[in-house]
């Protein structure tokens, strides 16, 4: 049966291990490296589809198996036909498998070799997750992408319990890659964990290769750690995975992490920083952030980044943000979502023309002199 | 000096004593009778400019100067150049006075003949507002329409008690006309009081016509009156307005109401109660409200209204939007807003054939018993 989704390399750039790609899925091509938004419950906070496509430029969304699961059901979504028609958007969506959400509830969850019993964070009700189940709720939720049950170790974690982890999320990708039916309608990633332990890393990446699924998430970093050990284990575990197949770097979305990931060679990120930090008052731009709540910006007849040509650079001032953003106007987290959108997909695009180009590492280089992003 | 509004007389309903017109400002035309969407924090809460215009087809919108004073300022207002730069708006705006916001702050105001003390509602702070500072205060901000400083009298007020709160309202109306100064580039309403005391309306009605004001509000009805007092009020006082000036009965906004208020002669309404309801997640709709968070709508794929054409109408069911408000995503309340901004822009559309078709008593009774919206 052939795979919903493939990866077709076009360049491997000269000065980094970065790859210019396409992944084509059943909701149309992606041109990669990408950077997917969150929209965590159906919805990318506060904009529309349209808004999506035209002034943030998403190529793929990205919504939540957990939160959907839990509101409004993925039997209510299966019966309006699926995600995409829910929620009226006809490109590309890749659903996490909850696995990231379930485990962030500390307490609340309770793991075996079987699944995962949790309390809801909405009104403490019981429900259990297995691989199994969890791959029956994707398929309801009718994502092109659709990942594997894991756990997400927290940092930091001992070799003991990380090993432990590691090797019952590899039995969970083979539950859940014997679960999935939809092959030729959604493709099924397999999620490599391993925490910061390289062996760990190398036999998860060695086991779930060997079950050949048709693309590669990295779990498991960028969960608090230093950015040295982040780029240690990126380093190490990108260049391990297929060539031929999409890789994911999960939880990403700072513009230098960005680069980073695409310099060890992955294809596709997703984080909700950008929109998370718009709906506080923060920009991402050229020149840095600008944190547009503070007082400094209340008479800034600037755009929020001269560099920009947004909707939002192009109609309101710093100035008129800062008051929405301290009335707690909805239109100000929107226009700043639109504009910390719309930068992530302009800097992917740069990035996909220096990997073209074999110029990535010096790009890297002026990015980080110009514009101060030294994390 | 010539006014910067003026009002044109195209036709008089021969059914009713509803008015078909013309209101001619700085910033263009506005077709009436016409419904403003109320923008109080200097935007429409949740909608862009665009959308305002495109998906809600706005001619007008109001803003709130007792709001824009105390945040951001109208200081900053003035010098981003005014509220229609400031906002990104280029159609006409009305500014109230701020009176009905500092008369409903209760025990945080004190009133004397110069002016009224209040506490912000956000910090407690000490501030006071006298006919001269509003109009300096609004002439900053630059709206089109710029409203007299008044006392609206809470429901049921005595008739002592109306009569000295009309009668200052009277000599403030007196100041903020000798106040003004910007004539040719904003208009300055004044605001008829007098309660449900129908001698008071009619001296507030000759005082101020005798002051010459380029158009007239109707304030202190629709403040929570039985609908017959409503009414009452409203067939006794608006005939008794200059024929060649514009009509503006203050915080109307459900469809009886705005129908009503037509038949009465009036030319703008203005009222946060579509917004206000959308973002509790209520529609309103050609064949009455829909709560739309209700849990009866949970799996109805239809849109909000079967008879609309709009956005939100045209893409979105009723499952989806209920699943947003439940959720608290942005998204729902956008979506219902856009719909019932929508639905009041239609529904003064029709107003305006059937005036011109001298049909509008027929068009009211049809509406009635159609719709069942009988308060």
């Known amino acids: 049966m052939k795979q919903a989704v493939t990866y077709e390399l076009l360049h491997e750039c000269k000065q980094t291990g970065a790859r210019r790609g396409i992944i084509h899925t059943p909701h149309g091509d992606i041109q990669t490296p990408v950077f997917m938004p969150v929209g965590t419950q159906a919805t990318v906070?506060?904009?529309?589809?349209?808004?999506?496509?035209?002034?943030?430029?998403?190529?793929?969304?990205?919504?939540?198996?957990?939160?959907?699961?839990?509101r409004p059901g993925q039997d209510i979504v299966k019966e309006a036909g699926g995600l995409h028609k829910f929620m009226n958007w006809d490109r590309p969506i890749l659903t996490d498998s909850g696995g990231y959400q379930v485990f962030s509830l500390g307490d609340l969850r309770?793991?075996?070799?079987?699944?995962?019993?949790?309390?809801?964070?909405?009104?403490?009700?019981?429900?259990?997750?297995?691989?199994?189940?969890?791959?029956?709720?994707?398929?309801?939720?009718?994502?092109?992408?659709?990942?594997?049950?894991?756990?997400c170790c927290p940092y930091p974690s001992t070799y003991e319990y990380t090993k432990d982890s590691m090797e019952r999320t590899t039995?969970?990708?083979?539950r859940c890659k014997d679960a999935h039916k939809t092959i030729e309608k959604q493709s099924l990633f397999?999620?490599?964990?391993?925490?910061?332990?390289?062996?760990?890393?190398?036999?998860?990446?060695?086991?779930?290769v060997e079950m050949d699924f048709p693309g590669y998430a990295i779990g498991g970093?960028?969960?608090g750690e230093p950015k040295e050990e982040f780029l240690d284990i990126l380093r190490f575990t990108a260049p391990l995975l297929p060539k031929e197949k999409p890789r994911y770097l999960m939880g990403v979305g700072t513009p230098d992490y960005l680069i980073e990931a695409a310099i060890a060679g992955i294809d596709m990120c997703d984080c909700v920083l950008p929109t998370r930090i718009a709906r506080n008052g923060t920009a991402m731009t050229w020149n840095g952030k600008v944190v547009v709540r503070n007082a400094t910006?209340?008479?800034?007849?600037?755009?929020?980044?001269?560099?920009c040509d947004c909707y939002t650079c192009r109609n309101y001032t710093r100035a008129y943000i800062r008051h929405l953003v301290k009335a707690n106007e909805i239109l100000g987290i929107k226009l700043l979502t639109i504009h910390n959108l719309n930068f992530l997909t302009k800097?992917?695009?740069?990035?996909?023309?220096?990997?073209?180009?074999?110029?990535?590492?010096?790009?890297?280089?002026?990015?980080y002199e110009k514009y101060g992003y030294i994390n």
């Open 45 to 70: 906070k506060s904009l529309t589809p349209e808004e999506l496509k035209h002034e943030v430029g998403a190529q793929i969304i990205l919504s939540n198996t957990y939160h959907l699961y839990l």
């Open 110 to 151: 309770t793991i075996t070799e079987e699944g995962v019993e949790f309390k809801s964070h909405l009104d403490g009700s019981k429900h259990n997750f297995t691989p199994e189940s969890v791959m029956k709720i994707e398929e309801d939720l009718g994502a092109d992408i659709i990942m594997a049950f894991d756990e």
């Open 171 to 174: 039995r969970w990708a083979k």
């Open 190 to 208: 397999g999620i490599i964990q391993g925490g910061f332990y390289k062996d760990l890393r190398e036999k998860s990446v060695k086991d779930l």
């Open 221 to 223: 970093i960028s969960v």
């Open 297 to 307: 910006y209340e008479r800034d007849w600037r755009p929020l980044d001269s560099e």
């Open 347 to 367: 800097l992917m695009e740069r990035v996909k023309i220096e990997i073209e180009n074999d110029n990535l590492l010096t790009f890297k280089k002026e990015f």
